[in-house]
């Protein structure tokens, strides 16, 4: 994906669907409509996935807490919610299986009398999957719920239950679906701006835009026009109606990451209950342990930080279930997502908050998107693309396309490529499976450059490459430290300390290739510092 050409192409083109926001959401968006023939355009003001749709839990997930509210209230639109997204759990490890995969996760039990509760609603989860169920839930003895989660407290403990959910890598998948829907004929940008909306005749026909790299503006027409911003939701609602009734509020969600020896390699484990009710997870990633996530109110900002209190509590629920010491100390990284809870500002009860998606249509035109998850995101964007075709007349396939379409990486992927990228490149164990994982069957591209004269890592004990650097620059529309370390790695996300050293480099790198002035290398490194800090 050659950023430019997509730039240039949005300068001179109209548009049947102009997405704005590149999040899950709005990349998800722009690929079923382009998937369905129809002509789509997306920008993003800052990169994909650069909000929310980075800052997730990693897991794809039906929703055990949302099944349990469904029971307890008899709420039959809760267990549909429930159902269909154990559906998209299926689908998404099915078209992207190099970033997505099932996992099991233990429940620990300390209370005998739990055991009944909790199996019943887990085997009601199973029966909710149907035919794309993972795997059986079951109960397993104490001995046995040790032997899968060593770090556990042996002492009164009863068994445990396990399920299995989906995890992947959430930023990766998002630059995917970008790539996915550049690859079905979209021209997206990120780094592009919504400054204002464009009306003809009291209604949306487009948007106003300024490239913050170039500074160049300009406005795209488009029959729709797709509001699909997150958090900042209400931003764009507010440029088509400034009386808008706020249809969105957050709250965030905060994550600490502790090293690989505090989680087996292969299993996660389900704190069921904190102190105020919550459920945690602490999960292997990526070679690391993450644990999340708080749940409080909170403010609509670009970067969200974990407070230091948030880190505490996750850190107390930790110490409360384990036998070996946690400290703040063994924290690498911690890391805050805002999750958008919304009220259709059309319904005459909102009261309730939901964290299940929206979709309403001003009088203007405007068609915003809100709310939802990661693991729904293609459900909420068929939802989308339909009103869209009704809103503008629009032509294109009246069904979406996307369940069978494998996601850019996926369509080849197998994995004996990690065997084959060591015994072609030399790669060690780590790197090739990083690769491979990352990038699927686009990996040997990656090793292409690497084998170049950049095939050194970024940071000591990490598998991220230089070659990452050029390779994101080149075909991922990665235009800053911040882009590469946050979103095409992960580095950003794993390591403070090797972050920040890493800085340097990848922006010599940047500079490199991207022909950057010494100032702007100096603007960039400032920026990435200030961003890990």
């Not at 049947?16 to 920008?43: E, P, S, W, Y």
């Not at 997150?230 to 994550?255: E, Q, W």
């Not at 990451?257 to 292997?284: M, N, Y």
């Amino acid at each position: 994906m050659n950023r430019e050409e997509h730039v240039a192409r949005l300068k001179g083109e109209s548009y049947d669907i102009l997405v704005i926001g590149g999040g899950a959401t709005g990349t998800g968006v722009a690929l079923d409509a382009a998937a369905r023939g129809l002509k789509t355009a997306l920008v993003e003001r800052s990169d994909f996935a650069a909000g929310t749709s980075s800052r997730s839990t990693k897991l794809i997930h039906g929703g055990v807490r949302y099944l349990e509210k469904a029971v307890k209230h008899l709420d039959r639109t809760q267990f549909n919610l429930v159902r269909d997204a154990l559906k998209e759990r299926a689908v998404l490890i099915k078209i992207a299986p190099h970033l997505a995969k099932p996992i099991p996760l233990v429940t620990p039990l300390y209370n005998i009398l739990e055991v009944p509760y909790f199996m019943t609603g887990l085997k009601m989860y199973d029966w909710l999957a149907g035919k794309t169920n993972l795997h059986p839930s079951k109960f397993v003895d104490a001995k046995e719920a040790l032997n899968r989660f060593p770090m556990l407290k042996e002492e009164g403990l009863r068994g445990g239950v396990v399920y299995y959910d989906g995890q992947f890598d959430d930023a990766r998948m998002n630059v995917s679906l970008a790539l996915t829907a550049a690859e079905q004929g979209a021209a997206l940008a990120n780094h592009v701006e919504v400054t204002h909306l464009v009306k003809t005749d009291g209604k949306v026909t487009g948007a106003g835009v300024q490239d913050t790299l170039s500074e160049d503006s300009w406005e795209i027409s488009a029959k729709v026009v797709v509001n699909a911003t997150g958090p900042f939701t209400d931003v764009i609602r507010h440029m088509d109606d400034p009386n808008a009734k706020k249809m969105l509020t957050a709250s965030s969600g905060a994550h600490i990451i502790l090293d690989e020896r505090f989680s087996p390699p292969e299993t996660g484990l389900l704190i069921p209950e904190t102190e105020d009710g919550r459920v945690l997870f602490l999960l292997p990633w990526l070679g690391h342990t993450l644990v999340g996530t708080t749940d409080d109110p909170a403010e609509i900002q670009e970067n969200p930080r974990a407070q230091e209190e948030e880190i505490e509590y996750i850190l107390r629920h930790v110490r409360k279930y384990f036998s070996i010491p946690v400290d703040r100390d063994d924290v690498m990284a911690a890391w805050s997502g805002l999750r958008p809870l919304v009220s259709d500002p059309d319904a005459s009860d909102t009261a309730g908050l939901s964290r299940d998606h929206v979709i309403n249509i001003s009088d203007g035109g405007l068609l915003t998107i809100a709310g939802g998850k990661w693991t729904t995101y293609r459900k909420m964007a068929l939802d989308t693309v339909n009103e869209a075709r009704k809103l503008g007349d629009l032509g294109g396939s009246p069904e979406p396309q996307t369940e069978n379409l494998k996601l850019v990486g996926g369509e080849n992927y197998s994995p004996n490529g990690t065997a084959d990228l060591q015994d072609k490149h030399g790669f060690d164990l780590d790197v090739a499976s990083y690769l491979n994982r990352a990038y699927g069957d686009r990996a040997d591209r990656v090793a292409t450059i690497a084998s170049e004269g950049y095939g050194e890592r970024l940071a000591p004990n990490h598998a991220y490459l230089e070659a990452e650097v050029l390779y994101g620059a080149r075909l991922e529309a990665a235009r800053s430290t911040v882009d590469i370390l946050a979103r095409r790695t992960r580095l950003g996300f794993l390591d403070k300390e090797a972050t920040l050293a890493a800085i340097e480099r990848v922006s010599e790198l940047l500079a490199q290739e991207l022909s950057w002035d010494s100032e702007k290398t100096m603007l960039d490194r400032e920026e990435a510092r200030d961003y890990f800090a």
